[in-house]
């Protein structure tokens, strides 16, 4: 797993590098309206992967306030630091019925491409990045052994779609997946098991720029 991490890591660190080498051989005025950061907040709806990853174990979704900060090297490269405000409630099932609940709070930084023009009404755009997810309030105790969830991160992927409405405010919607697998440790010892959460994201949101 460390060197899946690894090689996850290396991989945001060059989409990174490679986004900001374009964006500085680029003219340092190239944007159309002068307005470097964007700032996005909404709700997002967190959705883990189905109960076949985990051997019978399922883990709901669930709702929380996110927010974004980008900063535009020019009208189509920008960088974006993105999280949730709130934790993420999720419900822990297997066979049996109910086994606890978890709480999680992602973080993710991604370089990202906005197609089209600046003032074009609709714009698409799509992002790669890295992200980790900040596990707490575990409440798991089957068979009356505390269990413990270590700190998801992986890959992040983006895509959205920003819909202008006046030169500085616009709409978003956005869907995510974050790869995200988390060791699982049963009264302070590692069971060897590993938790696939892999969740999708769903988002909206109103965002300005200045």
Request: charged content about 20%; proline content about 4%.
């Amino acid at each position: 797993m460390l060197k899946s991490n690894k090689r996850v890591l290396a991989l945001a660190t060059l989409a990174s590098f490679a986004v900001s080498s374009v964006a500085f051989a680029q003219d340092a005025g190239d944007t159309a309206s002068g307005k470097r950061f964007s700032v996005v907040g909404g709700a997002t709806l967190l959705e883990p992967t189905n109960r076949s990853a985990n051997d019978g174990v399922e883990v709901d979704g669930g709702p929380a306030p996110t927010a974004s900060v980008s900063y535009n090297f020019t009208d189509n490269i920008s960088a974006e630091l993105w999280g949730a405000l709130d934790k993420f409630d999720h419900r822990v099932r297997n066979d049996a019925g109910k086994v606890g609940t978890v709480e999680q709070q992602p973080i993710a930084l991604s370089g990202q491409y906005h197609f089209g023009q600046a003032d074009n009404t609709f714009r698409p755009f799509v992002g790669l990045g890295y992200h980790h997810s900040n596990i707490s309030g575990e409440d798991l105790n089957p068979g009356g052994e505390h269990v413990s969830l270590s700190t998801p991160k992986g890959a992040i992927g983006t895509v959205g779609v920003d819909m202008n409405i006046t030169p500085t405010w616009f709409a978003r919607a956005d869907a995510r997946y974050l790869r995200s697998r988390a060791d699982v440790n049963q009264a302070g010892v590692s069971t060897g098991q590993e938790l696939k959460l892999d969740p999708w994201t769903v988002g909206v949101g109103i965002g300005a720029r200045f």
